[in-house]
């Protein structure tokens, strides 16, 4: 079992400055690399204080100034809001910049707020279909003189400039949930990256089953299937209540965003009463500490214990959640000293 770190900035309250974000976002991934974590994962968002992300690559390049070691990964790029030959190019040169480092993960995107805004019509549907053109375009981009007539995109010979660092590209891990996207992925010999929110141990099972019902119909070498969770290793049980009580409230905030019923003004969703999130009985504290990878050092190893006897080859380390700067650095650091190691 491998380990990484998956990280945005997040805006908890209105007058923090960005700069100092991005400033406790570097020191996140400092330590992911300084504690030996394999990878760093940062993703794609456009218009929303709750996830700060509008280009990976970006992001990616300027945490590789601020590390030495970590593996930097896009967790993920939205893929309909790139044109294939602009990504191919993008992140041959991020992997150029960062001496060999990227790791290409690609999704569909999951919010309408962003869909409406970037790629007015689409649906899910039609985001999901443009993925897999796109992500099977790459390989052949940065090999080079790709021509293509598809659905979506058609275009002359082309070669992705400049050529990536790794020998065939950066590594491609494809965001996958149901049957279809865990063939695809598989199929086409990029690995797999599964989320299952706040779904808990039924939803780990069934995206590990997903994904070897897709590898036996597949003759090729395996590919590595990676869980992102969120996580929280507390200091005692009161710690622990506590954070289930904060992803609590981040899960009500994300159910609202990805609903997109509410107003959002400079960025920021219409703020959820007390009473609106006691109401949401699916997020509530007492399931979140069932359902997510949270509780002491102890109580998290046993829980990654079973994701590892699934299968799993990575865990990725999800510490979006709402949280003060403070907490999350106290949780990573607890993860680092005193669970990974008994997976050594």
């Known amino acids: 079992m491998e380990f990484s770190l998956f990280a945005h900035m997040e805006l908890l309250t209105p ?5 100092q974000l991005n400033e406790e976002l570097l020191a996140l991934c400092r330590m992911a690399d300084e504690g030996g974590m394999r990878a760093v994962w940062t993703g794609e968002h456009h218009g929303m204080e709750f996830t700060i992300a509008p280009n990976p690559l970006m992001s990616l390049v300027n945490i590789a100034a601020h590390t ?3 593996r930097l990964g896009t967790g993920t790029v939205i893929a309909p809001f790139w044109h294939p030959i602009k990504l191919a190019g993008e992140a041959a040169a991020a992997d150029l910049m960062t001496g060999g480092r990227i790791e290409l993960g690609i999704a569909r995107g999951a919010y309408s707020y962003e869909y409406e805004r970037l790629m007015p019509g689409m649906d899910a549907w039609e985001a999901g279909q443009r993925m897999r053109e796109t992500a099977s375009l790459l390989p052949k981009l940065w090999a080079g003189d790709c021509a293509h007539e598809g659905e979506f ?6 070669t992705a400039v400049p ?5 065939g590209g950066p590594p491609i891990w494809i965001a996958a949930r149901d049957p279809n996207s865990h063939e695809f992925g598989v199929r086409n010999g990029f690995n797999i990256q599964v989320t299952p929110l706040w779904q808990g141990l039924q939803e ?4 590990m089953g997903r994904f070897n019902q897709a590898c036996a119909g597949y003759d090729g070498p395996r590919p590595k299937i990676m869980l992102l969770h969120h996580s929280y ?3 005692d049980a009161e710690d622990v209540a506590q954070a289930a009580r904060e992803l609590s409230r981040f899960y009500c905030h994300f159910g609202a965003w990805f609903q997109n019923k509410r107003p959002v003004e400079k960025g920021l969703i219409a703020p959820l009463s007390d009473e609106e999130m006691a109401s949401n009985t699916m997020m509530a504290p007492e399931n979140m500490a069932r359902d997510l990878t949270i509780g002491t ?7 990654i214990r079973k994701y590892e006897d699934l299968g799993y080859d990575e865990y990725a380390f999800w510490i979006d959640s709402g949280m003060s700067f403070e907490r999350k650095r106290a949780s990573l650091g607890r ?7 008994a997976f050594r």
């Open 68 to 70: 030495k070691n970590v």
């Open 233 to 235: 290793v507390g200091s």
């Open 204 to 207: 780990i099972e069934t995206l």
């Open 153 to 158: 995109y058609s275009f002359p010979a082309t």
């Open 163 to 167: 050529g990536p660092v790794q020998d």
């Open 15 to 19: 007058d923090q400055p960005h700069a």
């Open 297 to 303: 050092a102890d109580e998290i190893i046993e829980k």
């Open 335 to 341: 993860f680092i000293n005193d669970v990974m190691p």
